[in-house]
């Protein structure tokens, strides 16, 4: 079973550029989010879609980040514009639609690691 | 709110050594989920272990183990003879409703 591939791995802007990302998550899984990690820190949630709809976006920079799941399948996180604390590792995980909600474990990608300078 | 705490920022060890990784939680809610992932160099977050609140049974998968203490708000991570592979960074998590909220991390290091 392929795994939840996201791109591009490694990507280095300028402040106030914009940047984009992609994820194509396990076929099936109807769940699908977007975290940021910043170095030295945990994962934080920054959006979570149940097909192609919005679940949680509360902690989403709305004035600068965007993100959609047009087809309820591979989604798009943007950045724009970016700052310096933008800088991390942006990873997609999906999940399989559970009866339970909170009994399924994530499945994640290698993330994109953004540099801004 | 919750919380998951992980104290232990770095661990380094000497191959064969037992090492415990410590994790505190937070929550209001009677029914939740704890999980444990490693986050090898390569980036990708690999999951370890579920644990319900309803179960407080201690967990053996070969040379990992978990406790699991309510009482304490504990879920703590045993790799016993730990080997060079284990270097890792580990995350405690805790899931309510589908939110996922992770620790800080304990970054392992197994030296040979």
């Known amino acids: 079973e392929a795994g939840v591939a996201q791109s591009p791995r490694y990507k280095i802007i300028e402040k106030r550029q914009s940047v984009a990302f992609w994820c194509n998550p396990i076929?099936?899984?109807?769940?699908l989010y977007w975290y940021q990690q910043i170095l030295g820190q945990g994962p934080k949630l920054l959006i979570q879609f149940q097909n192609n709809g919005v679940v949680d976006d509360s902690q989403l920079p709305k004035d600068r980040f965007s993100a959609e799941r047009l087809k309820g399948v591979d989604s798009t996180l943007k950045i724009q514009p970016a700052k310096l604390e933008d800088s991390a590792v942006y990873l997609c995980?999906?999940?399989?639609?559970?009866?339970?909600?909170?009994?399924?474990?994530?499945?994640f990608g290698e993330g994109s690691r953004l540099t801004v300078l | 709110a919750q919380k998951v705490t992980q104290a232990q920022t770095e661990i380094s060890v000497v191959e064969k050594e037992d090492v415990t990784l410590d994790c505190v939680y937070e929550?209001?809610?009677?029914?939740?989920?704890l999980f444990w992932y490693k986050q090898p160099p390569s980036g990708e977050l690999v999951f370890l272990i579920r644990?319900?609140?309803?179960?407080?049974q201690n967990e053996i998968s070969g040379r990992y183990s978990w406790n699991f203490q309510k009482s304490t708000s504990s879920f703590n991570f045993t790799i016993t003879a730990s080997q060079v592979v284990d270097s890792a960074v580990y995350f405690c998590?805790?899931?309510?409703?589908?939110?996922?909220?992770f620790g800080e991390g304990t970054q392992l290091t197994v030296n040979p």
């Open positions: 644990r319900n609140s309803f179960d407080e």
């Open positions: 076929s099936g899984h109807a769940t």
């Open positions: 929550t209001r809610d009677t029914t939740y989920y």
């Open positions: 995980a999906s999940r399989p639609i559970q009866r339970t909600p909170n009994t399924g474990e994530l499945f």
């Open positions: 998590a805790l899931i309510r409703g589908s939110r996922l909220t």
